[in-house]
């Protein structure tokens, strides 16, 4: 399943040097991560295009099932054009995929936040609003074997990101397509996490970081069906500060056998972090335990150790 907020990520690899010839002071590199996130939020704050745009998808076809406490729980699912599709398969390609030993098909698709609607009888439930793309709706809506798919990425999603159980006898409703009024999802139309490349002073080919060209790798939210699944890298999570409602999440991502930065793709969502190491050596898919500003992001992979760390700026607590 790809990142509940969609995008195209920009990857800019810069290529940075250790001064002296010493080793990366790892404080000193958290300290930096933290500085590079505060500049690139200033720099929105000063005029920059702005990253993403409000979407406000049309309605499709409304889901009914119950959650582990046998609660109604509604699932809206929704359409836009501004999503991305994923692979246009056919449906034995699709049984293929999933008869095989690494299913993998990804669909993009945008989550939002529950909210309290009531149900024909009066009762207090709960909806969730799932957007996914226009011409990917209209192949679903005609193929049982697509909806069942899609039903059971849906089902995932939403179980993972809200830590919630959902029954799998799903109904869809006949004569509703939505339950209560679709909010509005903010899709990224570009996000800005940098992956700077931390080199040792022995390399001959050295320079200040302004020396450095700077490359992009492209990479979007859409099927996989042609790659392999690799394993998922060791990780942590840290926040600063330790004690309460934090100001960055630091993840720290062990990466043996990765040489350079320009091999990964890093894909940023509010409460998602999605990243392959080419051809195939990692990925990783994970749900974050706060919402962050994903585009004001930082990420740096150090040659040495193998490690990357990417620091997110969380939103601030509300109430």
């Known amino acids: 399943m790809a990142a509940s907020t969609a995008d195209t990520s920009l990857l800019n690899v810069a290529n940075e040097l250790g001064e002296n010839g010493d080793s990366v002071d790892e404080e000193a590199l958290y300290r930096k991560l933290l500085m590079q996130a505060a500049e ?18 049309q309605p499709g076809f409304c889901i009914k ?19 991305p599709s994923p692979n246009d398969i056919t449906e034995e390609e699709l049984i293929k995929i999933l008869d095989s030993s690494e299913p993998d098909y990804r669909v993009p698709l945008s989550i939002g936040e529950g909210h309290a609607e009531m149900d024909k009888t009066g009762k207090g439930c709960t909806a969730y609003d799932v957007m996914i793309n ?21 089902f995932e999603g939403l179980e993972n990101k809200y830590n919630i159980q959902l029954e799998r006898n799903w109904v869809q409703l006949k004569n509703r397509k939505c339950l209560g009024t679709l909010g509005e999802h903010n899709i990224r139309t570009q ?35 042609d790659r392999v699944v690799a394993p998922e890298p060791e990780y942590i999570i840290m926040r600063e500060p330790p ?9 720290e991502i062990k990466l043996p056998g990765v040489k350079t930065a320009k091999t990964l793709s890093l894909d940023l969502g509010e409460d998602r972090v999605l990243l392959h190491a080419h051809p ?8 974050l335990p706060f919402d962050v500003n994903s585009d004001e992001a930082g990420a740096q992979f150090n040659k040495d150790n193998k490690v990357l760390t990417v620091t997110l700026p969380v939103h601030p607590f509300s109430v």
Do not use: W
Request: hydrophobic fraction near 35%.
């Open 191 to 225: 996000s800005k996490p940098r992956i700077l490349e931390v080199e040792s002073l022995n390399d001959e080919n050295q320079g200040s970081p302004q020396d450095q060209p700077k490359k992009s790798l492209i990479t979007e939210v859409e099927g996989m069906s």
């Open 65 to 83: 099932t119950r959650n582990e406490s046998n609660a109604k729980v509604f699932i809206n699912v929704c359409k836009s054009a501004e999503l």
């Open 280 to 287: 195939n050596l990692y990925h990783m898919d994970i749900y």
């Open 243 to 251: 004690e309460g409602h934090p100001e960055f999440l630091v993840i």
């Open 134 to 154: 226009t011409d990917f709706f209209e192949k679903v809506q005609k193929s049982n074997v697509f909806k069942g798919f899609l039903m059971s990425v849906v």
């Open 40 to 57: 690139m939020q200033g720099l929105n704050q000063h005029g920059q295009e702005p990253v993403c745009h409000t979407v406000k998808p």
